[in-house]
């Protein structure tokens, strides 16, 4: 507006600064108005930790046990894999996405499906997905399938509670000591043993809330062999609450005896056949030493069972949360009634094993009763038939005697109920007791999932609430843990943006105070930031922002920038006063005269963060909020110094005592004038100046090829996770045995690296603080970042927790080093949690169109795998590479590369 007098702006120009100081009651009621409309805004949009993005990809299970993965290849993946293809929003195959892929295993079919990046109605797409899979499960052969197709598990968790049992207390330890020393000295009093070998006392224990029923079969069968091998002799059976065991003489020594029953346990019995709950065999010489050969090997206090009654009383409490969606439980073992029979007994009755299927499938049935009219009052009648125990099938007659009575099932079967076996996932907490020393405990697993639009700082406190009231009725000594708490990391984050703003505040002040040179000035730079934010919050609200760490993560980057339009205005203002005009013309006609100037500049660093809007796919919706909360930000901020900031100005800026320098004089001292004779010198020799620039420019060039380029950094938190992966045949026993020895690595790299990154009072700090581990697949998706894998024997997942997360990412790698150097035959890769995920930034897959013709492995299945290996060679010889993966197996980088 250099071209127009202050006299024909005063006279004609008419805008909002104007009208904010010439109707100032107005303009105060605004005011209050843009900071309650502030306040509700950040008080009710959604909080949650990570942008809400869709989750495109699904899985189709299918088991068809027995069966060879050609076969299964054949006439289950390829079927399914083909009625996926009818829907037209697939994403199209590309180098980076895969559309449809495809993993088949002996007995299993696992197929991956990703919808496109346009697609925004996801649950539209699944289910019709789904709809075409169930009318393809009566096409599949006989044995295979149902199709299990989920389309939910990309779904992250707001909170993850692990449930661990306590170790056996030193009471029940005594009083289980007890019983057991007064069941030897009771064997060995009744029948004095004649052999001169020394009596040898073996124990089993297990929780109390076991029936020793459950354990007796295999304790009997070991008792049976191991007299036959000559390990015992005069052997004398006892059992109590909670343990089974024998007395007996042995002429061999205790290492003997205990390399025996690891024998039996190896070849007879299975690993994996074990009993869960069970403690494990103690060997027992003299009765006075029962109470130290017990505390030895006592075990966790609660069973499966109870842990399972536990959380899912937990999780029902905390669903009732008007915030929770859904939960998910890891770790729970299924249960199921055995029925153990003599075909020969069976025979004698007249009984096929077959028809005891339909017997009891037939009298399983849950029908309508109906109901009768008596008096007032209709009574509904629940015929009885539907078993609801393991006694109501006993009690169900398959026959008759000779002498015309009912024979009953449990006449002719021993019924028994116990968790399925052998078990397929397990879940153990690594956590230290009040002596430091590190305890595996079982555990469960409940992860909680929050609603779409919630606010996670309520969810939490509804479930701390919820979780306080059902702690009441729960064991007192049951350990709750946090194995993931994004309540935490939410607020977190909320408070380092407050940080944040308080510092912006104290530096603006500072500032204004050092360049103006007076405590007015820096008050109404130090006002306009909370008002420029308040109208940021009330703008992201209407246009539905949630509060995340990007849109967080925003506001912290434009705090910077809030701060430059109303310095420019309050400057503007001051300046008008100089110039002798009144305060009510000064503090808007300041503002008026560079409304131009501030516009293209907000404008300019809008435009600046637009381009973010054209990214497609995840890391297009995760980086969404980023430029609309910059705007929101950059356009409040230039309402703000065109409204409120001459507003203030009037109230708060005065005319100098001293009239102000001219334009010369500034010239002639101070920055200003440093300034001015740098700018007078760069005109005067401006090509050498420009020279100059491109001398920095090519410099920039060659220090930034140095650098190392990353899209999105890693997530510094208090997590990692560690990824084991075993041969494809391994079972989950061995998969357990691996998992134990690289909690133990862990545990002792993260001590080293306590030893050698001291407190600030010189001892050794204790990084570590927890390990969950995941046994037969992956744990509930508790980072965006982290992609859950499906249940297979052969793979655990384990979730590091330190006390610090700054330790994390220099703790890392000496944890990928010691895992990798003490853990033999399995491929281990810790990893560090990612801001926004790229599985695996390069793919290469190798396909054929071969058909299976026969039962020998057909000759392009070898020369897939011969090309995979070549291409695994090229791997080798790339320093950069961390990890690949092959066939769906990740082979950790081995020493030496």
Wanted: hydrophobic fraction near 40%; aromatic fraction near 8%; charge should be neutral.
């Amino acid at each position: 507006m250099a071209h127009r007098t202050d006299a024909d702006i005063i006279e004609k120009t008419h805008n909002t600064a104007r009208f904010f100081v010439e109707h100032r009651h107005i303009a105060w009621v605004l005011l209050i108005a843009t900071v309650l409309c502030g306040w509700y805004g950040y008080n009710s949009m959604p909080q949650r930790k990570d942008p809400d993005l869709p989750v495109r990809v699904a899985v189709a299970l299918t088991t068809w046990p027995g069966v060879k993965a050609q076969e299964v290849e054949q006439l289950v993946t390829r079927p399914i894999e083909e009625k996926i293809a009818e829907n037209s929003y697939i994403h199209p195959a590309t180098a980076a996405d895969y559309g449809i892929r495809s993993i088949t295993l002996p007995g299993l079919s696992i197929i991956y499906v990703q919808l496109g990046e346009n697609v925004t109605d996801t649950k539209k797409q699944f289910s019709d997905i789904n709809l075409k899979l169930n009318a393809l499960n009566n096409q599949l052969p006989q044995g295979a399938g149902p199709i299990q197709f989920q389309s939910d598990f990309g779904d992250t968790a707001a909170l993850m509670l692990t449930v661990a049992s306590p170790r056996l207390d030193d009471v029940e330890i005594a009083i289980r000591s007890r019983s057991v020393q007064k069941a030897i000295e009771e064997a060995r009093r009744l029948k004095p043993s004649k052999s001169t070998d020394p009596r040898v006392g073996a124990v089993y224990c297990f929780p109390q809330s076991i029936s020793p029923d459950a354990v007796r079969r295999g304790f009997d069968s070991f008792v049976q062999l191991a007299q036959q091998d000559g390990v015992f002799r005069d052997v004398r059976s006892f059992a109590g609450p909670g343990y089974i065991g024998l007395d007996g003489s042995s002429p061999r020594s205790d290492a003997q005896i205990q390399s025996y029953v690891d024998w039996y346990i190896r070849e007879r019995l299975r690993v994996s056949e074990l009993h869960p709950d069970a403690w494990g065999p103690v060997l027992i010489r003299d009765p006075n030493e029962t109470p130290r050969k017990m505390a030895a090997v006592a075990g966790d206090k609660y069973s499966y069972r109870e842990l399972d009654d536990f959380t899912d009383l937990m999780a029902r409490t905390m669903i009732g949360t008007l915030q929770a969606s859904k939960y998910q439980r890891a770790g729970v073992l299924s249960e199921q009634v055995y029925l153990d029979y003599s075909q020969e007994r069976l025979a004698n009755y007249g009984v096929q094993p077959s028809r005891l299927q339909s017997l009891l499938q037939a009298r399983n049935i849950a029908l309508p009763g109906g109901s009768l009219e008596i008096g007032q009052k209709n009574v509904i009648i629940d015929p009885s038939g539907e078993f609801k125990s393991a006694k109501a099938i006993g009690d169900v007659i398959i026959g008759t005697s000779s002498s015309g009575s009912p024979v009953y099932l449990r006449d002719l079967v021993e019924i028994s109920r116990g968790y399925q076996s052998p078990a397929k996932f397990l879940n153990y907490y690594n956590w230290r007791d009040s002596e430091g020393k590190w305890k595996r405990s079982r555990a469960v697993t409940v992860a909680v999932f929050m609603r779409s639009g919630e606010q996670i700082s309520q969810f939490g406190k509804n479930i701390d609430e919820k979780l306080a009231a059902v702690r009441q009725i729960l064991p007192a000594d049951l350990m709750i843990v946090r194995t993931s708490d994004q309540p935490r990391q939410v607020k977190e984050n909320i408070d380092l943006f407050m940080d944040a703003l308080y510092e912006a505040i104290a530096l603006v002040v500072l500032v204004s105070l050092l360049g103006f040179w007076e405590w007015r000035s820096a008050l109404l730079m130090a006002i306009s930031i909370p008002i420029t934010l308040a109208m940021t919050f009330g703008f992201a609200y209407v246009l539905g922002i949630d509060l995340q760490q990007v849109s967080i993560a925003t506001l912290i980057i434009a705090l910077g920038l809030l701060v430059d339009d109303p310095v420019v205005a309050g400057d503007a203002i001051k300046r008008s006063l100089a110039e002798d005009h009144p305060s009510i013309v000064s503090a808007w006609l300041g503002p008026t005269k560079l409304a131009t100037a501030i516009m293209f500049a907000t404008i300019t660093n809008i435009a600046a963060y637009l381009p973010f809007l054209m990214l497609a796919g995840n890391t297009g919706s995760f980086l969404y909020s980023l430029p609309i909360v910059m705007a929101c930000a950059l356009v409040s901020s230039r309402l703000v110094s065109m409204t409120f900031i001459p507003l203030l100005g009037y109230y708060l800026l005065r005319r100098g005592d001293k009239p102000e320098p001219s334009v010369e004089e500034r010239r002639q001292r101070g920055f200003t004038g440093l300034y001015a004779r740098v700018a007078t010198f760069a005109i005067e020799h401006r090509w050498k100046v420009l020279i100059g620039s491109f001398a920095f420019l090519l410099l920039g060039v060659i220090v930034g090829k140095q650098l190392r380029s990353q899209f999105f950094p890693d997530d510094v938190q208090y997590w990692a996770t560690v990824d084991i992966w075993l041969p494809n045949d391994a079972p989950l026993s061995a998969t357990n045995e691996v998992t134990q020895q690289a909690e133990l690595a862990i545990r002792q790299s993260a001590e080293a690296y306590g030893r050698l990154h001291p407190g600030k009072d010189g001892k050794p700090r204790q990084v570590l603080h927890s390990l969950t581990s995941f046994v037969g697949g992956g744990g509930p998706r508790f980072w965006v970042s982290v992609s859950p894998e499906i249940q297979q024997l052969n793979y655990a997942q384990i979730i590091l927790q330190v006390d610090d997360k700054e330790d994390t990412p220099t703790l890392v790698a000496p944890i990928q080093a010691a895992v990798s150097s003490t853990v033999p035959g399995a491929r281990i890769e810790v990893k560090q949690l990612q801001t926004n995920p790229v599985e695996q930034p390069v793919q290469i897959m190798i396909s054929s169109q071969a058909d299976v013709a026969s039962d020998r492995e057909p000759e392009d299945i070898r020369t897939l795998r011969a090309l995979a290996a070549k291409i695994e060679d090229i791997f080798h010889a790339v320093h950069e590479l961390l990890a690949y993966t092959t066939t769906g197996t990740r082979r950790a980088r081995p020493s030496g590369w």
